[in-house]
């Protein structure tokens, strides 16, 4: 599962690297934006009658693809097989705005599958590219054991209900409430999440899976500084668990790109 992954990521990054850039253009004609062929992406599980067809054009150059694609697409809005493809070429085609259309349709039809997962990724570059963010048990508890590999799977709505269930049967367990309010990450949508987050740190003071989370949130979306406060916090509180030893990882590499903090 972990090779799918990083197989779905390796094949939208190109995608991502560009994104900006081209976003900020305002080209009178559209102009090409992939220096190669992009590759079909076919999510392993996700249902679909269109594969052979999305494979079988996306073999052409993009523009052609964009155009030979259309019809199918205008067909199937809600085929995320289709809509994230098309969404590729568009992209590398330089038609940027249409691209971003059929990523939000990938992402609304592809629900609960690494497409919705891929297609936020994709519209979203200033933030982490790799997914959304796995919760890290440090209990045994069987909702949340099973809740991280559904979101390993993709399945994330799948995830937060289970998270969910776990938060409401007990609700002054740390772990529980942190993995509810991870299971709801959207990068549509960040308060979903941090305005669950961040009251549990008042709620749970010494609590490591609170400060590690919130650290983790807030690195995969940017905010830098304040994620290596928390991580440092995290380490704090246990510097050999495994948390406390990501902890210092992630720390690590916070100073390596460049934040201002600096490691104690």
């Known amino acids: 599962m972990r090779l799918i992954v990083a197989l779905l990521v390796a094949a939208?990054?190109?995608?991502?690297?560009?994104?900006?850039?081209?976003?900020?253009?305002?080209?009178?004609?559209?102009?090409?934006?992939?220096?190669?062929?992009p590759?079909?992406?076919?999510?392993?599980?996700?249902?679909?009658?269109?594969?052979?067809a999305v494979r079988k054009l996306l073999a052409q150059p993009p523009k052609a693809a964009a155009h030979a694609l259309e019809p199918l697409a205008l067909r199937n809005p809600k085929d995320p097989v289709v809509q994230f493809n098309f969404g590729t070429v568009l992209f590398c085609a330089g038609y940027i705005a249409d691209a971003e259309q059929a990523f939000r349709a990938a992402k609304s039809g592809g629900y609960d599958?690494?497409?919705e997962i891929q297609a936020d990724a994709v519209l979203h570059p200033q933030f982490f590219n790799q997914g959304h963010p796995i919760f890290e048990?440090?209990?045994k508890d069987p909702l949340l054991l099973q809740g991280v590999l559904l979101q390993r799977r993709g399945?994330?709505?799948?995830?937060?209900?289970?998270?969910s269930r776990a938060a409401r049967l007990h609700p002054d367990e740390d772990e529980a409430q942190v993995a509810a309010?991870?299971?709801?990450?959207?990068?549509?949508?960040?308060?979903?999440?941090?305005?669950?987050l961040g009251p549990l740190v008042k709620r749970f003071p010494k609590s490591q899976s609170v400060r590690f989370h919130l650290g983790l949130l807030l690195a995969w979306t940017g905010q830098r500084a304040q994620a290596a406060t928390?991580?440092?916090?995290?380490?704090?509180?246990?510097?050999?668990?495994?948390?406390?030893?990501q902890a210092n990882t992630f720390l690590r590499g916070l100073v390596a790109s460049g934040t201002n903090s600096t490691q104690r």
């Open 12 to 37: 939208a990054a190109g995608i991502v690297a560009g994104i900006v850039y081209a976003t900020r253009q305002d080209p009178p004609q559209p102009t090409a934006q992939c220096k190669q062929r």
């Open 39 to 52: 590759k079909a992406l076919i999510v392993p599980g996700v249902p679909s009658p269109h594969i052979g």
């Open 113 to 115: 599958t690494f497409y």
């Open 137 to 139: 048990p440090q209990g």
């Open 155 to 163: 399945k994330q709505h799948s995830a937060e209900k289970l998270y």
């Open 181 to 196: 309010a991870v299971g709801r990450f959207d990068e549509d949508n960040l308060s979903a999440s941090f305005s669950r």
């Open 230 to 245: 928390e991580f440092r916090l995290a380490r704090s509180l246990g510097p050999r668990t495994s948390l406390g030893r």
